[in-house]
Structures are given as C-alpha cells and as structure tokens.
C-alpha cells in the first residue's frame, strides 16, 4: 500500500522559513515524479513545485521561484520543500504527490501539512 506522509508544517511569521517532508512507502520511490500541490481557504488546488526522479530537473510556479527549493532523497524516500521568506499568501495546505515517469496524472497523494504565515 502506497503511503505518503507530509511533516513539518506549523506557524511562522511573515519572512521565516519552514521546511517540509514528504515519506513515501509502498512504492519504488526513485521511479515517480515528485511534487508539491497547496490549497488554500476557498481556493482551488494550485501546483507549486515538481522535481524529476533523479533529482536533476525541478520546475517551480512562478509564485515560489527563488524562495521555495524541491529536493530529494531517494536512498531516504523522501521529497522536501524548503521554504524562505515566507508570505501571508503561502498560508495553505501544502501536498505531496507521485506521478509515474510514464504518465502525466498524480496517482498517489499524502494527507497534507497546514503552513500558516502570520502577517
């Protein structure tokens, strides 16, 4: 059964910095696309960021360049999200989610972090 679990949400204020988790079990972790997703309060899912399965090639919203970095750990399974000076309008709840190499859809999905960015 494929798992992924998000960690490392919590509240920051305006400009700080948090980094998130993504555990991934179940699956052969080094064969899917990793990325980020976030929902907002009355908003719809937005992507935010998406890194290849070697690591190699990230590709960020446009909203987050230069502030959020992706990253993984395939000996770890493990995806992170570190995220710099933090704005108001980050406050969501932050997703993993896993694509296999050979598809354009998201099969898998972790439960979600909650990132609260105080002004």
């Known amino acids: 059964q494929v798992q992924l679990v998000e960690s490392g949400g919590g509240l920051v204020q305006a400009g700080g910095s948090l980094r998130l988790s993504c555990a991934a079990s179940?699956?052969?972790?080094?064969?899917?696309?990793m990325a980020w997703f976030r929902q907002a309060p009355g908003k719809e899912r937005e992507f935010v960021a998406r890194i290849s399965w070697s690591g190699g090639i990230t590709y960020y919203a446009d909203s987050v360049k230069g502030r959020f970095t992706i990253s993984r750990d395939n000996a770890k399974n493990t995806m992170y999200l570190q995220m710099n000076s933090l704005k108001p309008e980050d406050t969501a709840v932050y997703y993993c989610?896993?694509?296999?190499?050979?598809?354009?859809?998201?099969?898998?999905w972790g439960q979600g972090t909650q990132v609260t960015v105080s002004s």
């Open positions: 179940g699956l052969t972790f080094s064969s899917y696309i």
């Open positions: 989610a896993a694509r296999p190499l050979s598809t354009s859809r998201y099969d898998y």
